[in-house]
């Protein structure tokens, strides 16, 4: 089975600007989750989608936005983007909500200058 | 006060050597995971604990749900075990995890 992908791996944008990352689950996974990951916060909590459906969402500005697609297929978008937002954006699948082992993509490094 | 807390926050070993991990959290759980990141940012799932203890090869992880810790153990470290390791508990079953700060280990050869 293919792993988790997520593209974009590398991205360069300028401050205001927005961008969308996209995840591609594993064949069958119904649940994905993003996070941000950066020197400062460490590993943080962005939001997670079931079956099309957000189910939560971590302490980040109206910025930051997901869906999900009926193919489980995520993308995750941030607008107005700001030099703080430059971290690595990774996105997890699990085979159903709940608690699971997650299976995490190689990231997408996003700078924001 | 964080809540999860991991230490050391840095650690060198000798290859060979057994290595301990700890991880302490202040929330109520319903799974926790060790999770191992490269350089480079891939991370690697290791294990998800709710009770007791699992072992994978070198690895043993052990979690107290009273005393609100876990422990993750390797045994005859190799150089190829240097990486950070992470714990994340689960505080409302896959709905948002919350991580800890990582320990970022060498193992020299």
């Known amino acids: 089975k293919a792993g988790v992908t997520q593209t974009p791996r590398y991205l360069i944008k300028t401050r205001g600007q927005q961008v969308t990352l996209s995840c591609s689950p594993i064949s069958g996974h119904r649940s994905v989750s993003w996070y941000q990951q950066t020197p400062g916060q460490g590993l943080q909590f962005l939001f997670e989608?079931?079956?099309?459906?957000?189910?939560n969402k971590g302490n980040f500005p109206g910025r930051f936005s997901g869906r999900q697609f009926s193919n489980s297929r995520s993308e995750m978008n941030v607008s107005t983007l700001e030099l703080g937002d430059s971290a690595l954006y990774l996105c997890?699948?699990?085979?159903?909500?709940?608690?699971?082992?997650?299976?995490f993509g190689p990231g997408t490094r996003l700078t924001v200058t | 006060k964080n809540e999860v807390e991991q230490s050391p926050q840095n650690l060198t070993a000798q290859e060979g050597e057994f290595i301990t991990i700890n991880c302490s959290y202040s929330v109520g759980i319903s799974a926790l995971h060790w999770l191992q990141q490269h350089p480079g940012g891939g991370i690697v799932s290791l294990f998800m604990l709710s009770s007791g203890k699992k072992k994978h090869g070198r690895l043993i992880a052990t979690i107290n749900i009273q005393e609100k810790h876990s422990s993750l153990h390797i045994t005859a470290s190799h150089p190829r075990d240097s990486a950070v390791y992470i714990c994340a508990v689960d505080p409302n079953y896959g709905q948002n995890f919350v991580f800890g700060p990582g320990t970022r280990l060498s193992v020299l050869p």
């Open positions: 989608y079931f079956s099309e459906t957000q189910r």
């Open positions: 997890a699948s699990s085979p159903w909500q709940g608690t699971y082992e997650q299976y």
